[in-house]
């Protein structure tokens, strides 16, 4: 079933056509639906582009092929999305899509290396090692090598909240330039001003 959804994933990525995924981690009990293009594709990972209801760039995620439970295509509902994205600017002038760089050998490190050279802050879901459920951690890429990274952690307010040091390979999701990191790191640059 991988590689079908390998398949279409490739064949989306060719064809620059917008898919609506459902994805399911049965390690934590989570499911996830998005909107969106399909922009890099791995052995075991893709990058996608969600699209929010609005037609807006909503980030960039990456995620498990093998979470991948139902992909579609052409839909109603998909053609009504496409047609405002692509009239975006019209309807929100300053909307402004995620940058991509080139892809990398997995999507998960292609990401992160963007979001560095870019100073953009990500979001990660790390899967559960025991019963206790995820872990959500957001903040600013400080390094990383092909095995670890290390982040300059916010917490929800937009304050600095440490550091902490992730395995890359425990990260089943990550965010970037998504609408709540957007607004974390306005309310990081702009929260001195409500306390002066």
Not at 46 to 52: D, L, M, Y
Request: glycine letters at 6%; aromatic letters at 10%.
């Amino acid at each position: 079933m991988i590689d079908s959804f390998r398949v279409s994933l490739e064949e989306a990525l060719e064809d620059n056509e917008m898919l609506a995924i459902y994805t399911y981690n049965p390690s934590n009990d989570q499911s996830y639906f998005a909107v969106g293009f399909v922009r890099a594709v791995h052995e075991e990972d893709f990058t996608f582009e969600a699209i929010s209801p609005g037609g807006e760039p909503d980030g960039i995620g990456v995620r498990k092929i093998e979470e991948i439970v139902r992909i579609e295509m052409d839909t109603r509902y998909l053609r009504k999305i496409r047609f405002l994205y692509e009239n975006v600017h019209r309807a929100y002038p300053k909307a402004e899509p995620a940058q991509l760089r080139s892809p990398a050998a997995s999507s998960t490190i292609s990401e992160i290396d963007t979001a560095k050279r870019s100073g953009e802050i990500i979001t990660l879901q790390i899967g559960p090692e025991n019963d206790e459920g995820d872990v959500e951690v957001t903040g600013f890429v400080e390094e990383y090598d092909p095995h670890y990274l290390k982040l300059r952690m916010l917490n929800s307010d937009g304050e600095r909240n440490g550091r902490c040091i992730v395995k890359i390979e425990d990260i089943y999701r990550l965010t970037r330039s998504c609408r709540s990191d957007q607004r974390l790191v306005f309310w990081h640059e702009h929260r001195a001003h409500i306390y002066d």
